[in-house]
């Protein structure tokens, strides 16, 4: 195998094993040792590709961040549905909502990667802003900030919330909803997510059309 091969190859190993134990204990539980032995390496090897278990744990979570951007998309005219993507998403890789978590624990201030991150979402408050129907072609050209973006921006907060509690907290969604709740795939987790759909449908609705 050329040697260039070989070192994405093992990058790879070691992102996927590290995504796993991060994902388990989170930055301060996770131990390199368990990494490394997961990937076939020895812990050098993750200083010499890494640097540190900070910055291990930093890729990890832009490769996640990644990749749920690239699994989710944009929002789409359907912003009911949109909330039901996300939904969807997230039981399907519940892994990738528990580095986000461990990651809102670890950091206390600025992120890694914060400022394209920061981009990423504001691409997505525009495209919402316009799937809301909130700017005027005057409007069309203004900077963050401005109060259709700040409705889209809540907009789009409120719709995720919404969409990743009963994944973010399994134990109340079996409390309020029962045992089997909160099992994926199942018919009380259609319902859970049809509901979803209709309270976000509700939400984004005109307020002359919304249910009183």
Known sequence: M???????????????????EFAAHGMGGARVGRIAEQAGV?????YGYFGSKEKLFAAVISEALTEHATLLGPPSADLAEYAGRIYDLHR????????????ALYYDGGLPNEQPRTARYRGMVATL??????????????E???????????????LIGLAILPTAFPQ???????????????DD??????????????????????VT
Do not use: C, F, Y
């Open 42 to 46: 020895s812990k050098e090897r993750i």
């Open 129 to 142: 802003s316009e799937a809301l129907g909130s700017q005027s072609e005057t409007e069309s050209d203004t």
């Open 92 to 103: 399907r890789n519940p892994q990738l909502l528990r580095l986000m978590m461990w990651e």
């Open 2 to 20: 050329p040697r260039t091969e070989h070192l994405v190859g093992t990058r790879a190993l070691l992102l996927a094993a590290a995504r796993d």
């Open 144 to 158: 963050p900030g401005s109060e259709s973006d700040t409705e889209a921006a809540s907009t789009l907060l409120a």
């Open 172 to 186: 109340i969604t079996r409390l309020i909803l029962g045992a089997t709740a909160d099992a994926p795939g199942g």
């Open 189 to 210: 987790d259609d319902e859970l997510r049809a509901h979803i759909v209709r309270l976000a449908r509700r939400m984004v609705a005109p307020s002359s059309d919304a």
